[in-house]
C-alpha cells in the first residue's frame, strides 16, 4: 500500500500520521509517499495530525495489487485563495463605502474556514482511494 500526501496549503502546516490496524503509526511527509507492507489482505487506517481525524477506513488490497491511497484536505487550494481574494475585496468595499456591512462580510469567508477547521474535524482531513 502506498500512501501519499497533497502539496496544499493547509496541509502544509500540518504533521500528518497514519495508524493502521489501531497499532501501526507512519509519519506522512509532504513529499514522500508511504510505503507500507500490510501483513493482512484486509486493514483499517485512519489519518490524522492529533486533533484532526479520519473517518474510519477499511482498505482490502489483494496481495499481488498495489494500493494507492491520497490524502487531501477538503479545502482545497482554490477555495483557500477564492477565500483570500473575496476577503480582500470585500475588506476595501467596506473601507471605500464606507459601509459597515461590508466590513461585516468581509469576515465570512474567515468564519468558514474557522469552522471547518475547528467544528467538521472529521470531515477536514479526507482519504482518497486512486484507480491504477
Given at each position: 500500500?502506498?500512501?501519499?500526501r497533497?502539496?496544499?496549503v493547509?496541509?502544509?502546516?500540518?504533521?500528518?500520521?497514519v495508524?493502521?490496524?489501531?497499532?501501526?503509526?507512519y509519519?506522512?511527509f509532504?513529499?514522500?509517499p508511504?510505503?507500507?507492507?500490510?501483513?493482512?489482505k484486509t486493514?483499517?487506517?485512519?489519518?490524522?495530525?492529533?486533533?484532526?481525524i479520519?473517518q474510519?477506513?477499511?482498505?482490502?488490497?489483494?496481495?499481488?495489487?498495489?494500493?494507492h491511497?491520497?490524502?487531501?484536505?477538503?479545502?482545497?487550494?482554490?477555495?483557500?485563495?477564492?477565500?483570500?481574494?473575496?476577503?480582500?475585496?470585500?475588506i476595501?468595499?467596506?473601507?471605500i463605502?464606507?459601509?459597515?456591512?461590508g466590513?461585516?462580510?468581509?469576515?465570512?469567508?474567515?468564519?468558514?474556514?474557522l469552522?471547518?477547521?475547528?467544528?467538521?474535524?472529521?470531515?477536514?482531513?479526507?482519504?482518497k482511494?486512486?484507480q491504477?
Amino acid at each position: 500500500m502506498i500512501i501519499t500526501r497533497k502539496s496544499q496549503v493547509l496541509l502544509n502546516f500540518l504533521d500528518l500520521r497514519v495508524v493502521i490496524n489501531e497499532k501501526n503509526i507512519y509519519p506522512l511527509f509532504k513529499e514522500r509517499p508511504v510505503h507500507i507492507l500490510l501483513p493482512e489482505k484486509t486493514a483499517t487506517f485512519v489519518v490524522s495530525d492529533g486533533f484532526h481525524i479520519t473517518q474510519r477506513l477499511q482498505v482490502t488490497c489483494q496481495p499481488g495489487k498495489l494500493c494507492h491511497l491520497h490524502v487531501v484536505c477538503s479545502i482545497d487550494d482554490n477555495q483557500f485563495f477564492s477565500g483570500l481574494l473575496l476577503t480582500g475585496l470585500l475588506i476595501l468595499l467596506g473601507i471605500i463605502s464606507d459601509l459597515w456591512i461590508g466590513k461585516l462580510m468581509s469576515f465570512l469567508p474567515i468564519l468558514y474556514g474557522l469552522y471547518f477547521f475547528y467544528f467538521r474535524r472529521k470531515d477536514f482531513l479526507r482519504v482518497k482511494l486512486m484507480q491504477r
